[in-house]
């Protein structure tokens, strides 16, 4: 099962020109909220303006695509060749990354300009686009909706790091209580893993190749915030014994007592900053039910040592969605925070919050990156970042599957990720 959430659930395979005009009205649509300061905002080098994501994803389309299979095509400004790039070393230099919250200049306006230029030109191309162009377009698209998560996650830190603290939040769904978790049996023995198929995947889901794994039990859904208030409870941060070296010392050093987020009361309750789905952000209780998230790879690691358990490899927890293809809560879903499992035993897989796994980010046997500087997407940060599984409540539903592969270093937490446990 390698093909998207969308196909798997049985949306219909729409054509390219009209997801072309969904992604971009998808970004769109959840920038809308944001005043043109709240575009501007960097709160850390990790996360970007939204601006510049507006700007750079725009930037994507217009490099790979419109230069150079778009003859006669008129860059939007000449300038933003160099200032939206992001990485890609083979296309020359760029802007360092946490400057991003310098761009004043271009305005919102002409940044939304930029897009109307370029989707124009994209469309106006498809008409008589080659499959290998189409397979770019794919690519950016895919790229866009990335972008798109990576909007929420870091105006929700940018908008949490400001001086004034945050007001309550009213208006997020009522909450059930949270499955019992159960605990799925997987033979030992040889299986297979990565893409197959003909739908999209990035470069590193492939090639599908054979792993030998010894079996396992998995957990039915990921660990919730009742369990890790235990842990908690429990002094697990301050307790050596429980974590990875690297990890202690991120703890000392960052005073990390808790989730990212999350603040303790005078009464001794929790509450955690989130946004909800009308685009308000502020303070609420924290929901014992609901998938605990922004925790990063050290607490996840920490958390299962504490309860006997361990965290999945990327090779397991792929076995098991395959067997699990469960559907959450995605950005379609216009919730924007983790919800809980529902239904006694019930499973939840894909959404709601990315599952940190214990596999480093490396290549799969025989992985081969682009040609060109699109290559640069993927394979050059396979070093020192562990893997995530599994797509997010930010996540569109047609761009998460079983063989997808996120990648963060171990101490982030300012995505929404939290763990599944497994034996
Ligand atoms: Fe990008």
Not at 269 to 290: D, I, Y
Request: glycine residues 8%; contains cysteine.
């Amino acid at each position: 099962m390698t093909a998207s959430l969308a196909q798997q659930f049985g949306s219909d395979v729409i054509s390219i020109r009209q997801r072309f005009s969904d992604v971009r009205a998808t970004t769109m649509r959840i920038t809308r909220w944001l005043s043109p300061e709240d575009h501007m905002l960097q709160s850390m080098p990790d996360a970007s303006p939204a601006k510049w994501h507006l700007a750079h994803t725009t930037w994507f389309f217009e490099t790979f695509i419109l230069q150079p299979h778009s003859p006669g095509y008129a860059p939007f400004d000449s300038r933003y060749k160099y200032l939206f790039n992001s990485y890609y070393k083979q296309l020359g230099s760029h802007p360092y990354r946490g400057s991003r919250g310098l761009l004043s200049r271009p305005s919102l306006n002409e940044v939304h300009a930029y897009r109307a230029h370029v989707d124009a030109a994209l469309l106006k191309l498809l008409d008589h686009a080659s499959p290998d162009v189409l397979e770019l377009v794919e690519l950016g698209l895919n790229h866009e909706q990335q972008h798109q998560e990576l909007i929420l996650t870091d105006i929700k830190h940018g908008l949490w790091s400001g001086p004034l603290r945050p007001d309550p939040l009213d208006g997020l769904r009522p909450n059930p209580a949270a499955s019992r978790v159960t605990w799925m049996e997987i033979d030992g023995g040889i299986h297979r893993v990565g893409h197959e198929g003909a739908g999209f995947a990035f470069d590193n889901e492939s090639p599908r190749h054979e792993v030998l794994l010894q079996p396992f039990r998995i957990a039915s859904r990921p660990v919730t915030n009742a369990e890790y208030l235990e842990f908690m409870q429990d002094d697990g941060y301050r307790r050596p014994e429980l974590w990875l070296s690297d990890g202690w010392d991120a703890i000392c050093a960052q005073a990390w007592r808790a989730p990212l987020y999350w603040e303790q009361q005078e009464d001794g309750s929790w509450r955690q900053f989130a946004l909800n789905g009308t685009f308000e952000v502020g303070m609420k209780l924290v929901n014992p039910a609901e998938p605990v998230c922004h925790i990063s790879y050290y607490e996840a690691d920490a958390y299962a040592r504490w309860c006997g358990a361990r965290l999945p490899s990327e090779e397991e927890w792929e076995v098991a969605a395959v067997r699990m293809p469960s559907h959450g809560t995605l950005l379609e879903d216009n919730v924007f925070h983790p919800q809980p499992a529902r239904g006694e035993g019930s499973q939840q897989i894909f959404g709601d919050v990315w599952e940190w796994t214990a596999s480093p980010y490396t290549a799969y046997p025989g992985f081969r990156p682009a040609c060109g500087a699109v290559g640069e997407y993927n394979g050059k940060f396979m070093c020192n970042q562990l893997v995530l599984r599994g797509g997010s409540c930010v996540t569109p539903a047609s761009h998460i599957r079983a063989s997808y592969r996120n990648f963060f270093p171990p101490h982030a937490r300012w995505q929404f990720s939290g763990l599944r446990l497994a034996r």
